[in-house]
């Protein structure tokens, strides 16, 4: 070890609501951890975002580890209802709860709570490029300062919470574990673009969300309109990259929809990122390593809310790292509590997520509205699905019933019948590494069905 380097019990890349959600966690646990951020420390939270935080992750999370909601001025607004327009003449609404926040001011709160924890210190502007493996063990990560000076930060853990980046997972050698990606294959990248728009006066979505086709986007695009204050809104438009798609420019089309329907507004801020969208990571851990939040693929992929999963997929990490530092075991063999945990909690979202993708890939939305207009799938049976974590039996036999469009109901059948079986295997997760190839062939054969 050369002067300028470091070492720590755990070693948290990236700054986002993952790694600081661990570092906190491990900071109760009194466990020695390093956070690094890229970003000045000023910036640490703000992200090219939605905005909208589900409140039950952020409930959930104060439950688990007493980490304080959002509020005051880190809430922009307070959402009530939920829309979905497939099409230009129907639109399907709920109560829905939820929230827009403010990225930067909620990150920075976080951040600054981990000055309660003397067993943590945070380094801004500090880029991991490169993992450091020993003994096909990950040991810690080559770090670029904010001299340019590359030191190395040595770990028994090193956690990549460093989003859809990636940097820890993705130079892991395959000599060290094959069970994860190492690149985000085109097909399962979302890309997407958001501007945060004021309005001259009060817009027509108080307190909505709103998820809309219009015929400016390729399929199968969606363009979202989240109310951040009377005359503030976040909106953007985001599409799973196909062969068809690929070229579409998510910046130009956003703000062709911006001039269409909010034609005298004022854009404050506009970026773009990208997402995943697939299932988590078939593994998230290997000798030394572990991943959250999007790093890990947490993301949802048909709402794209990623946030509180990495909230709550670093709480889950903290308490599997912890047990690991104390028993002084950080192999894979005993992180693989931790997939077993994250599949049990989002295989079925991922499930679900792969199911519609493939749906809209091979149906027009327009075909949507026929399910919903003609009473074959009810809000009841929509809110099922995405809340009750079952495909229960009366919408499969409702969709033998509606027979007058079945080719479509027959693909939403087939749609359905994938997200559960992937369901069923997410619950049987493997219970040691050695049974996961076995595992990963059955997911495999599933999500490789057309629908
Ligand atoms: C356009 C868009 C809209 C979205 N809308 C929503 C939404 O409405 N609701 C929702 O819940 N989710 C939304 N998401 C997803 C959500 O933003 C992410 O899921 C969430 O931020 C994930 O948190 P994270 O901590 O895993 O990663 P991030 O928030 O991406 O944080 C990663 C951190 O790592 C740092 N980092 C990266 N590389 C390095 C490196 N090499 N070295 C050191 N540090 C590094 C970054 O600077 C960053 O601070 C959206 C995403 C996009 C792109």
Redesign the pocket.
């Known amino acids: 070890m050369l002067k300028q380097d470091m070492e720590t019990d755990v070693l948290v890349?990236?700054?986002?609501?993952?790694?600081i959600c661990l570092a906190i966690n491990l900071g109760k646990k009194n466990i020695s951890t390093i956070l690094?951020?890229?970003?000045p420390k000023k910036n640490?939270g703000y992200?090219?975002?939605?905005?909208?935080?589900?409140p039950n992750s952020t409930r959930r999370l104060f439950e688990l580890s007493g980490i304080k909601q959002p509020r005051g001025k880190e809430i922009s607004e307070n959402l009530a209802t939920a829309h979905f327009r497939p099409v230009s003449d129907f639109e399907l609404s709920i109560d829905f709860k939820s929230q827009t926040v403010d990225?930067l001011e909620y990150g920075q709160r976080l951040l600054e709570s981990l000055t309660d924890y003397a067993s943590v210190s945070f380094k801004s502007k500090?880029?991991?490029?490169e993992t450091i493996v020993e003994n096909n063990k990950v040991v810690g990560c080559k770090?670029r300062q904010y001299d340019g000076k590359i030191i190395n930060i040595y770990a028994k853990i090193v956690a990549d919470?460093?989003?859809?980046?990636g940097?820890v997972r993705r130079t892991i050698p395959e000599s060290v574990s094959n069970k994860f990606q190492t690149k985000l294959p085109k097909y399962e990248t979302i890309v997407?673009?958001?501007e945060i728009i004021e309005t001259p006066s009060p817009h027509n979505y108080q307190k909505q969300m709103r998820i809309e086709y219009h015929d400016e986007m390729p399929p199968p695009g969606y363009f979202?309109i989240?109310s951040k204050g009377e005359h503030t809104l976040?909106i953007?438009v985001?599409w799973l990259l196909n062969e068809t798609n690929k070229d579409s420019n998510t910046k130009l089309i956003l703000a062709q929809l911006r001039n269409k329907i909010f034609p005298d507004s004022k854009v404050l801020d506009g970026a773009?990122?990208?997402?995943s969208g697939r299932l988590p990571q078939y593994s998230m851990v290997c000798d030394g390593f572990v991943t959250?939040?999007?790093?890990a693929t947490?993301?949802n992929p048909i709402?794209?809310?990623?946030?509180?999963?990495?909230l709550i997929s670093a709480y889950f990490a903290a308490e599997t790292i912890e047990l690991a530092i104390r028993n002084e075991d950080v192999s894979e063999s005993f992180l693989w509590r931790y997939n077993i945990r994250i599949w049990k909690e989002y295989g079925y979202d991922g499930g679900l997520g792969i199911a519609v993708h493939k749906l809209l890939n091979s149906v027009p939305f327009s075909d949507f509205s026929f399910l919903f207009e003609k009473g074959i799938i009810s809000q009841d049976d929509v809110d099922a699905i995405m809340y009750d974590y079952s495909v229960k039996l009366p919408i499969f036999k409702k969709i033998i019933k509606g027979m007058r469009k079945p080719k479509l109901l027959f693909k939403v059948a087939k749609g359905l019948l994938l997200a559960e079986r992937i369901k069923r295997l997410s619950q049987k997760y493997p219970e040691t590494p050695d049974k996961f190839e076995k595992w990963v062939k059955k997911i495999k054969k599933i999500e490789k069905k057309r629908i």
């Open positions: 890349v990236g700054a986002g609501p993952a790694g690094i951020d890229q970003k640490v992200k090219p975002c939605g905005d909208a935080l589900s990225r500090h880029k991991a490029v770090v919470c460093s989003g859809v980046t940097i997407s673009y958001r979202w989240f976040n953007g985001g773009g990122d990208t997402l959250c939040g999007d790093a947490l993301v709402s794209g809310e990623g946030h509180g999963p990495a």
